[in-house]
């Protein structure tokens, strides 16, 4: 048990709709990543918050947006879902400032765009 | 652009040692982690490289040439709960703790 919690497990919703992925982080780290995990894509990072504040993009779409709260939970939207959407959604978290940058992963959601 | 090239798929057999290779391509650098991923589940951390060398962690060691842009995964002993995906990914592109992750190697340990 890494210490990260996401919810829902899985989610199951149709083309069109809107959904929101939420992340509970380690206690006390300050850095919340989302990753996007597809068979064809691999693990794509997607977008980086430290302490509340946007702090790196990767590949994330248009449709998709993220915010962290101050209580550092964090939440991914998707938006406008597609086939393609469907995925295995992570959310990682660490310090933020060790030398290693270890990240912690949470369990996952299994995002299934009918 | 940035890549990372890994094998898709290594077997080995229980007890014996396997080494996994990757190289990068990317446009910024710090350095160069390894994850341990069972099927379906969350990766976890193995180690991480910031300088040439190799470090040691237990069965597991790591190593870096920066000069080459390439580092390998060394497994020792194989067990069966080896058997999982391992994933080398750079930090640096997107920024200092960002990390792009390569497609993954699937390590089959067999009896």
């Known amino acids: 048990d890494s210490g990260v919690t996401q919810t829902p497990k899985h989610l199951i919703t149709a083309t069109g709709q809107r959904v929101t992925l939420r992340c509970s982080p380690r206690s006390g780290d300050l850095s919340v990543y989302w990753y996007q995990q597809s068979l064809d894509q691999g693990l794509q990072f997607l977008i980086q918050?430290?302490?509340?504040?946007?702090?790196a993009k990767g590949n994330i779409l248009e449709r998709f947006s993220a915010q962290q709260f101050p209580d550092l939970h964090s939440e991914l939207n998707l938006s406008s879902l597609e086939l393609g959407d469907s995925a295995l959604y992570f959310c990682?978290?660490?310090?933020?400032?060790?030398?290693?940058?270890?990240?912690?992963f949470g369990p996952g959601t299994r995002l299934t765009v009918l | 652009g940035q890549s990372l090239e890994q094998p898709s798929e290594v077997t080995a057999v229980e007890g014996a040692i396997v080494q996994i290779n990757c190289t990068y391509q990317?446009?910024?650098?710090?350095?160069l982690s390894w994850y341990q991923q069972h099927d379906g589940g969350a990766p976890t951390f193995l180690s991480y490289?910031?300088?040439?060398g190799l470090e040691e962690t237990g069965r597991f060691s790591s190593f870096l040439s920066r000069s080459d842009s390439y580092g390998y995964l060394l497994l020792q002993e194989l067990q069966m709960k080896d058997s999982a995906s391992y994933f080398c990914?750079?930090?640096?592109?997107?920024?200092?703790?960002?990390?792009?992750f390569g497609k993954g190697t699937m390590l089959l340990v067999s009896p």
């Open positions: 918050y430290y302490n509340g504040e946007e702090r």
């Open positions: 990682a978290s660490s310090v933020g400032t060790s030398f290693s940058n270890e990240q912690f």
């Open positions: 990914a750079v930090s640096g592109n997107s920024g200092y703790s960002t990390l792009t």
């Open positions: 490289n910031a300088l040439d």
């Open positions: 990317t446009s910024g650098f710090y350095g």
